[in-house]
């Protein structure tokens, strides 16, 4: 078990060649530990698969009281424990799972069509701007039953909230607070006109008092779309720049795809291990506990490495390569536990639909001549801007 | 062979009914139901598929 703290200079190296990076954390020890500025206890980064399958599973820790983005109240499911998860997670899971995701099906192929008539005449596009960030914010506006003018401040709101612009942490979270509450008004009055509608979008469906329990206070639903916005928008968007990564550098596997859409599905499976866009969790102890054999104490900070959990050896051979017929493939990016993403369904429609959308229009393209940047804030790995160029039809 | 989902380990990733629509169902929450009877031919290799991609461990093929 190291103890000295990791240099905070790794931080670019973790965001640049994270397989690289993990390999050489788990070589050192299943766990490591981050001095963070602000906390006074060092972090524990659990970097062993199985240590990390674990602490996905682990009563010992929550997500309470993790990251504020400038609210008080705590983001619903991740930020409560059971039994009141419990109760949350069954009135939001029905309304979540894949055979109601699907229908927004078509919502999404006809969003990715119309981003793609929109640059394919110009041979080339900023994915991240131009399509990753927009489709999955066009979802939402399906999912929320929202105008399409909303878009904007949707995609300004989540941006201010979880990247605040600011040269200080008091300016960063002065910027948070502003627009939490800018938010919380917007989210407030759009569940008041919601409210006793017949529309079947998840606000109305959630409006509606659930069979036989408590209706949900008006706080609890703001604190759902909270979550919902804040966990379905950057993550896709991250999870696209990924794929589109991969496939632009492999046109054979590209050919393999358009080939046979049954290898679609599993494509993508292997696409979400290799790149593991939210890399990790955080956590803190409840209690003193261990990982792996290392002590943790109670409210010590955690973060639970997922990526690492993905690109490890021991879990999955040969992990940095991608291998669309990968078997098995029992990968943890959409984490896993009562934990387990909410709108693990919806993401894997939209890349889904997104892969079959894009290739039948663009086939072939390729990434401009630039060096990629890639960076993690809040622990999701993105890489923005990603140009890409095609020859025009 | 019969399957079996032990739904206090499921998690609700749905890779085996979307994978598997003709052996797993998917309940009012997301989770899987195990389609009942006996497994045989080719459902088998497929159910061993499903078991082995589980994320949580949760797919088991039990002797009739």
């Known amino acids: ?393 | 062979m019969r399957l079996h989902v032990d739904d206090a380990r499921c998690a609700g990733h749905g890779l085996c009914y979307a994978g598997f629509p003709d052996l797993f169902g998917e309940d009012d929450y997301g989770h899987a139901v195990a389609r009942a009877g006996e497994l045989a031919g080719a459902d088998v290799k497929d159910a061993q598929t499903a078991s082995d991609n589980c994320p949580e461990a949760a797919i088991e093929i039990e002797p009739a």
Not at chain 1, 153 to 158: Q, S
Not at chain 1, 243 to 268: G, K, Q
Not at chain 1, 277 to 300: D, F, L, M, W
Not at chain 1, 365 to 375: C, G, K, N, S
Request: hydrophobic share 40%.
């Open chain 1, 1 to 393: 078990m190291s103890v000295d703290p990791l240099p905070l200079t790794s931080v670019e190296e973790r965001a640049r060649d994270p397989h690289a990076y993990f390999a050489a954390r788990r070589a050192e020890g299943p766990v490591q530990w981050l001095s963070e500025p602000g906390n006074a206890m060092p972090t524990a980064v659990i970097v062993d698969g199985d240590a990390v399958y674990e602490a996905l599973h682990s009563d010992a820790y929550t997500a309470r009281g993790s990251v504020s983005y400038g609210r008080t109240r705590p983001i619903i499911p991740t930020h409560v424990d059971p039994p009141e998860h419990t109760r949350y997670r069954r009135l939001l899971d029905p309304l979540m799972k894949h055979s109601v995701m699907i229908h927004l099906q078509p919502h999404i192929a006809a969003r990715a069509n119309r981003l793609i008539d929109g640059f394919i005449d110009r041979g080339g596009c900023d994915f991240h701007d131009e399509f990753a960030v927009p489709l999955p914010g066009a979802t939402f506006l399906g999912l929320f039953g929202l105008p399409e003018e909303d878009l904007d401040f949707l995609l300004d709101f989540k941006d201010h909230v979880m990247r605040p612009p600011g040269e200080t942490v008091e300016a960063q979270r002065q910027v948070q607070e502003e627009w939490a509450g800018r938010t919380e008004d917007y989210f407030r009055s759009l569940i008041a006109r919601k409210r006793g509608g017949d529309g079947d979008d998840v606000i109305t469906s959630l409006t509606r008092a659930p069979g036989g329990g408590q209706p949900l206070t008006d706080d609890e639903l703001v604190d759902i779309c909270f979550q919902l916005t804040l966990g379905g928008l950057d993550t896709v968007t991250a999870t696209l720049g990924h794929m589109w990564t991969y496939l632009a550098a492999h046109p054979e596997r590209r050919a393999a795809l358009i080939a046979d859409p049954e290898l679609i599905r599993p494509a993508v499976e292997e696409l979400l291990r290799w790149s593991t866009p939210v890399t990790a969790v955080k956590r803190r102890a409840t209690r003193a506990t261990e990982a792996a054999g290392c002590p943790i104490a109670a409210e010590q900070p955690v973060l639970i490495s997922i990526f690492s959990a993905n690109a490890d050896p021991a879990r999955f051979p040969d992990p940095e390569s991608v291998d669309f017929a990968r078997q098995p493939n029992r990968h943890n990016a959409f984490g896993g536990g009562i934990h387990r993403c909410l709108g693990s369904h919806l993401a894997r429609i939209e890349l889904i639909t997104a892969v079959r959308e894009w290739h039948a229009r663009i086939p072939d393209y390729r990434i401009a001549d630039v060096e990629l940047t890639y960076t993690d804030a809040s622990a999701i790995r993105t890489v923005n801007p990603l140009p890409l160029t095609w020859t025009r039809p």
